[in-house]
Nanobody, 127 residues
Framework: QVQLVESGGGLVQAGGSLRLSCAASGRTFSRYAMGWFRQAPGKEREFVAAISWSAGNTYYADSVKGRFTISRDNAKNTVTLQMNSLKPEDTAVYYC????????????????????WGQGTQVTVSS
């Protein structure tokens, strides 16, 4: 069993930055691919970014490419999403998720590929 706890959300003006963190419990965190998803009001949850457990591969949604960066520290059991140049359309609840079946370079782009989810953290970008 893995527990994921997100932090770092908040209110920021357009053009600003936020850094989200996801702390994971469990001794096998270093073998999980990790992902970030988000859900805006009235919309379905969507993929944002993912990183393989070897950290060799990353992937981003087109809407955040060039602005967001996903990284991980396996020694600290954390995954981070650095969000720059934020836009009002980035407003959403952000969730981190863990995929326990991924290969060392694999990463998931879809929700069913993930086995564990955090409770989410709210990000609000004002215009």
């Amino acid at each position: 069993q893995v527990q994921l706890v997100e932090s770092g959300g908040g209110l920021v003006q357009a053009g600003g930055s936020l850094r989200l963190s996801c702390a994971a419990s469990g001794r096998t965190f270093s073998r999980y691919a990790m992902g970030w998803f988000r859900q805006a009001p009235g919309k379905e949850r969507e993929f944002v970014a993912a990183i393989s457990w070897s950290a060799g591969n990353t992937y981003y949604a087109d809407s955040v490419k060039g602005r967001f960066t996903i990284s991980r520290d396996n020694a600290k059991n954390t995954v981070t999403l650095q969000m720059n140049s934020l836009k009002p359309e980035d407003t959403a609840v952000y969730y981190c998720a863990a995929d326990q079946t991924a290969s060392s370079t694999g990463l998931g782009l879809r929700e069913p590929e993930y086995d564990y989810w955090g409770q989410g953290t709210q990000v609000t970008v004002s215009s």
